[in-house]
């Protein structure tokens, strides 16, 4: 069956818009086609409109009548109180059909319209009231497929919050005097963005928490044998006093690769520091390190190595437990001092990876790319690494990870313009079993044709690669 696709979705708001218009409707489009306008990563399957009330508005009935009569809009018979839209201008075997809901909407138009490419918006605000309507309106006990809708909801909710152009004018009533109850329901299962709602005048809905003390303490544990000197010699304190995240997520990497490698490990840089350290803009939040093996034959868990830094460097090393009462591993951060108090301007966290987890190999440290003394997976596993990340965000059931989806969107689409990506589309490495195991392979070609569904304006650059899309 053929997908919505975001130029039906176009067509479908343009000629709703200009009909309800010509009919002397004031009229602004909403809910996943406007999340869509306005930045987040997945394509509509319908277009939604809401038409401002004055006196003598129509029934729906007769307002879906209306637009029949102009053309392009139909009912079909198993579905008469849906309105279609057709679109005889899709060509092949695209599909040429998508649902519209339209709704009255009681409140002035003046203020909540906004202009997107000519195209009349409700405001970003009212978008994200309307998500978080939607959310807490899912029942707890649903079927998977609800539970599913509201975790969607959520994510929307969480990535509209971090927009930069969120309305702070009066919004809606009918929303306002509702969603107060529901914001505090929301910051109970996500905290955080408490700024974006004080902003939008929510500050007394939002639940008073007091700022922990963080004091990290080493817990005590057995030193496990790994074959590693006990000092750490050659190992300074941190160059910079107030370093720039930057320079400290560097340090961090640094001291990290070195302190690993003095234990007979050689490791090397993947995820976000890795995209920067090849040419990205985006500044990374941590460090992500791929154990590619000791140089004896032992073998030891992650969990072995995290303590094995503690110990031999616990001026810069430390760890603490997950936020995940049933995990069994601790998190493994860096620091540049060891105060009792740590913060995102003096802590990191490092990420270490064996192998094997999520399709990493185990490749040879001559593919190794070097970059600010720092050693870097090859190119294009990253790049190929950076897809699986978005496939996995955008299937995942929890919201903090789906809204990462953009994030990662945002990462290939950097990568695709570095000068790295130049020699890949003569060498073409994608059949290279020592990067890319053949289920890899596999589902690497169905995470491109769904990427570029999803992004057409990205084919080409795939296409470049050798990818059929």
């Known amino acids: 069956m053929a997908k919505v696709t975001i130029e039906l979705i176009n067509n479908a708001a343009t000629t ?78 695209t599909k040429k059909i998508c649902a519209v809901d339209i709704s009255y909407l009681d409140s002035p138009a003046d203020h909540l319209i906004r202009d997107v490419n000519g195209l009349p918006f409700v405001a970003i605000s009212y978008i994200l009231l309307q998500k978080l309507r939607e959310w807490a309106e899912s029942p707890e006990k649903s079927s998977k497929r609800s539970r599913k809708q509201a975790e969607l909801a959520a994510g929307v909710v969480l990535e509209l919050l971090k927009a930069d152009n969120l309305d702070i004018e009066p919004l809606d009533p009918s929303l306002l005097s509702t969603s107060r109850q529901h914001i505090s329901r929301f910051m109970a299962q996500y905290s955080g963005y408490a700024s974006a709602w004080e902003k939008l005048g929510f500050a007394s809905a939002l639940p008073v928490v007091k700022s ?33 995240r930057i320079q400290m997520v560097i340090m961090a990497a640094n001291h990290s690769v070195r302190l690993l490698s003095k234990c007979g490990w050689c490791s090397t840089v993947f995820g976000s520091l890795a995209c920067f350290l090849y040419g990205n803009d985006r500044v990374p939040n941590d460090v992500d390190l791929l154990i590619l093996g000791p140089s004896s034959g032992n073998m030891f868990t992650i969990e072995d190595l995290k303590q094995n830094l503690v110990v031999l460097d616990p001026y810069h090393f430390f760890t603490t437990p997950s936020q995940d009462e049933q995990a069994t591993y601790r998190i493994l951060w860096y620091r540049l001092t060891d105060g009792p108090i740590q913060t995102t301007k003096t802590s990191c966290k490092i990420d270490l990876l064996l192998p094997g987890v999520m399709n990493f190999p185990n490749f040879p440290p001559s593919l190794i790319h070097w970059d600010e003394g720092l050693p870097l997976i090859p190119f294009s596993l990253l790049l190929l690494q950076k897809l699986q990340a978005w496939d996995d965000h955008r299937r995942s059931k929890n919201a903090i990870e789906w809204q990462r989806q953009r994030t990662d969107m945002e990462d290939l689409v950097g990568l695709t313009g570095l000068s790295a990506f130049v020699p890949l589309t003569y060498s073409r ?30 084919a080409s650059a795939w296409r470049s690669l050798g990818f059929e899309v």
Not at 48 to 67: D, K, T, W
């Open 429 to 458: 490495p994608w059949s290279n079993t020592t990067l890319f195991s053949p289920e890899f392979q596999k589902l690497t070609k169905e995470r491109v044709n769904d990427y570029c569904t999803l992004f057409p304006s990205s």
């Open 212 to 244: 922990p003390s963080l004091s990290w303490q080493i817990q005590p544990f057995e030193l496990p044998s790994i074959p590693c000197s006990p000092e750490p010699e050659g190992f300074e304190s941190p160059p910079l006093a107030e370093p720039t």
């Open 16 to 93: 709703l818009i200009s009909s309800l218009k010509r009919l002397g409707y004031t009229c602004a489009l909403c809910g996943d086609v406007a999340c869509h306008s306005f930045g987040l990563p997945y394509i509509p399957k319908k277009v939604e409109v809401v038409i401002f009330v004055s006196s003598g508005l129509p029934p729906i009935e007769i307002l879906r009548s209306q637009l029949i009569q102009k053309g392009h809009f139909f009912v079909s018979k198993d579905q008469p109180d849906t309105l279609l839209f057709y679109d005889h201008t899709m060509k092949g075997k």
